[in-house]
T-cell receptor
Framework: EAQVTQNPRYLITVTGKKLTVTCSQN?????MSWYRQDPGLGLRQIYY???????DKGDVPEGYKVSRKEKRNFPLILESPSPNQTSLYFC???????????FGSGTQLSVL | AQKITQTQPGMFVQEKEAVTLDCTYD???????LFWYKQPSSGEMIFLIY??????QNATEGRYSLNFQKARKSANLVISASQLGDSAMYFC?????????????FGQGTILTVHP
C-alpha cells in the first residue's frame, strides 16, 4: 500500500529543544517537500527536494533544516524551536513536482 | 515571485447544485502548473485536479473541473452536483516553472459548506 508516514502526529516541546519530524515514503518518489499550515495563511512551503542530496528552500525556510540522504526519507529538523513555529506540518511526495502530491497525515507541533 | 489568491474565505451551496471556487494567480513563468486540493475536517490533504499551463483543454476529474482562463490568470474549480461530503477546505496551488520547478505556492483556502 502506498504510504507517506509522518511522525509524530502530535508534539509539544519547549523553546530551544531540538526536534526532528520524520517523513518516509514507500513509493520511490523523487520529489518530497515540507509545508506548514497556519490559519488564514494556507499552506506555505518550507523546503523541497527534487532527488537524493538535492534540496532547496521554499517560501519560509528560516529556522528549519532538511536532509535527503536516501530517497525514501526527508526529515524536517528544528534546531532551536521557537513559539512562532507552532503550526501544523505536512510532508508531501510525488513522482515529479508537476504531478499530484501524496500528503502525510500531518504533525501538530506546539512550542511553549 | 509567484502568488495565489483565493478571495472567498467561505462559500455555501445547496446539495446537488454546482459551485465555483475562485482562484487567481500571478507568475512571470510561461510554464507552470495549477492544482486544487481538498482538506476535510479530518485534516488530510486530498488531490483533486491538475492543469498545466500549456494544456489546451480544461482539466476534468469526475465532478470536478478546472475553468482555466490563462489571459485572466484564473483557475477556478467547479464542483458539479454538490454532495454533503464536499464540505471541506479547498486550496488552490501553483507549481513554479524554470529553475524553481519544485516550488509550490498555496492560496489561503476557501471553506465550502454544503447544505442539505
Amino acid at each position: 500500500e502506498a504510504q507517506v508516514t509522518q511522525n509524530p502526529r502530535y508534539l509539544i516541546t519547549v523553546t530551544g529543544k531540538k526536534l526532528t519530524v520524520t517523513c518516509s515514503q514507500n513509493m520511490n518518489h523523487e520529489y518530497m517537500s515540507w509545508y506548514r499550515q497556519d490559519p488564514g495563511l494556507g499552506l506555505r512551503q518550507i523546503y523541497y527536494s527534487m532527488n537524493v542530496e538535492v534540496t532547496d528552500k521554499g517560501d519560509v525556510p528560516e529556522g528549519y533544516k532538511v536532509s535527503r540522504k536516501e530517497k525514501r526519507n526527508f526529515p524536517l529538523i528544528l534546531e532551536s524551536p521557537s513559539p512562532n513555529q507552532t503550526s501544523l506540518y505536512f510532508c508531501a511526495t510525488g513522482p515529479r513536482a508537476n504531478e499530484k502530491l501524496f500528503f502525510g497525515s500531518g504533525t501538530q507541533l506546539s512550542v511553549l | 515571485a509567484q502568488k495565489i489568491t483565493q478571495t472567498q474565505p467561505g462559500m455555501f451551496v445547496q446539495e446537488k447544485e454546482a459551485v465555483t471556487l475562485d482562484c487567481t494567480y500571478d507568475t512571470s513563468d510561461p510554464s507552470y502548473g495549477l492544482f486544487w486540493y481538498k482538506q476535510p475536517s479530518s485534516g488530510e490533504m486530498i488531490f483533486l485536479i491538475y492543469q498545466g499551463s500549456y494544456d489546451q483543454q480544461n482539466a476534468t476529474e469526475g465532478r470536478y473541473s478546472l475553468n482555466f482562463q490563462k489571459a485572466r490568470k484564473s483557475a477556478n474549480l467547479v464542483i458539479s452536483a454538490s454532495q454533503l461530503g464536499d464540505s471541506a477546505m479547498y486550496f488552490c496551488a501553483m507549481r513554479a516553472g524554470g529553475t524553481s520547478y519544485g516550488k509550490l505556492t498555496f492560496g489561503q483556502g476557501t471553506i465550502l459548506t454544503v447544505h442539505p
